[in-house]
């Protein structure tokens, strides 16, 4: 079993920043993904960002340049650094967790970006 720990969402102005942390524990593989998913209000959820247990990154196009996705194996923590916030990217944000066969999310954290 594996679970999953966010924080770092809140309200911030257009053009502020935030950071969403996402720690894990509990059976992880060495060969796994970390990432985040986020849903708006009337929305799908969609994906973000995610970073591979090789360092490999993928991001959304609608927030390639703005945030940075990385990870702490020490810590089996990842992170998303959002700068340059729009208030299109009001949400809650999922962290999930995947490994081979298996996939965890977390509770979900609100980030509100007011104009």
């Known amino acids: 079993q594996v679970q999953l720990a966010e924080s770092g969402g809140g309200l911030v102005q257009a053009g502020g920043s935030l950071r969403l942390s996402c720690g894990v524990s509990?059976?992880?593989?060495?060969?796994?993904?970390m990432g985040w998913y986020r849903q708006a209000p009337g929305n799908q959820r969609e994906f973000v960002a995610h970073v591979s247990s090789g360092g490999s990154t993928k991001y959304a196009d609608s927030v390639k340049g703005r945030f940075t996705i990385s990870r702490d194996n020490a810590k089996n923590t990842v992170y998303l650094q959002m700068n340059s916030l729009k208030p299109e990217d009001t949400a809650v944000y999922y962290c999930?967790?995947?490994?081979?066969?298996?996939?965890?999310w977390g509770q979900g954290t609100q980030v509100t970006v007011s104009s």
């Open positions: 999930y967790f995947w490994r081979p066969g298996y996939e965890y």
């Open positions: 509990g059976s992880i593989s060495s060969i796994n993904r």
